[in-house]
Antibody, heavy 120, light 107 residues
Framework: QVQLQESGPRLVKPSETLSLTCSVS?????????WGWIRQPPGKGLEWIGS???????HYNPSLKSRVTLSIDTSNNQFSLNLRFVTAADTAVYYC?????????????WGQGTLVTVSS | EVVMTQSQATLSVSPGDRATLSCRAS??????LAWYQQRPGQAPRLLIY???TRATGIPARFGGSGSGTEFTLTISSLQFEDFAVYYC?????????FGQGTKVESK
């Protein structure tokens, strides 16, 4: 069974970088799926951040593209999110998920999510 | 970017009744449309992909229809556990985009 787990600091200071890692078990991430990050501010809806393929190919939300970098570590079966220059507006639950096969797709497996708060 | 609109912010339905949720895309997305259910404090769960295909383990009371720009999620007989927020998502184009969500609450 495919399982995903987010990890990383839960509190980040304004202007610093938010860094999260998603560890995947039950499936090799160097198979044919994209892997994505989605966030949800408290009480609000879902926002797709970006997705990465095992080759390193990435797609980003244009509204975040200038601040986001995704990376992938196939040897450890995990992928990561870096979001730079954070503000309070970046406070959210961050989810990782399995994306589509070879291209954009439905997000069929999700991590439980981790709340990251931006505050001094 | 494709804008997804769920016109019903809240839907009040009695247990056992049918719920019909709508989702509109600002341009055609073919059948590349998914529906998710999110219960409080939980991650979203994939219900429907390809506009009408139920994901693994999803009960038959959940049905999806539509293509192009107009889509519908129908819950044929609402159970207690179905009161939740539902999101549509298009994946026809990058960036993927979600609707704002429809909260299904008990009447």
């Amino acid at each position: 069974q495919v399982q995903l787990q987010e990890s990383g600091p839960r509190l980040v200071k304004p202007s610093e970088t938010l860094s999260l890692t998603c560890s995947v078990s039950g499936y090799f991430i160097n198979n044919d799926h994209f892997w994505g990050w989605i966030r949800q501010p408290p009480g609000k809806g879902l926002e797709w951040i970006g997705s990465i393929y095992h080759s390193g190919s990435t797609h980003y939300n244009p509204s975040l593209k200038s601040r986001v970098t995704l990376s992938i570590d196939t040897s450890n079966n995990q992928f990561s999110l870096n979001l730079r220059f954070v503000t309070a507006a970046d406070t959210a639950v961050y989810y990782c998920a399995r994306d589509g096969k070879h291209d954009s797709g439905a997000l069929d497996y999700w991590g439980q999510g981790t709340l990251v708060t931006v505050s001094s | 970017e494709v804008v997804m609109t769920q016109s019903q912010a809240t839907l009040s339905v009695s247990p056992g009744d049918r719920a019909t949720l709508s989702c509109r895309a600002s341009q055609s997305v073919g059948r590349n449309l998914a529906w998710y259910q999110q219960r409080p404090g939980q991650a979203p769960r994939l219900l429907i992909y390809g506009a009408s295909t139920r994901a693994t383990g999803i009960p038959a009371r959940f049905g999806g229809s539509g293509s192009g720009t107009e889509f519908t999620l129908t819950i044929s007989s609402l159970q207690f556990e179905d009161f939740a927020v539902y999101y549509c998502q298009q994946y026809n184009n990058w960036p993927q985009t979600f609707g704002q969500g429809t909260k299904v609450e008990s009447k």
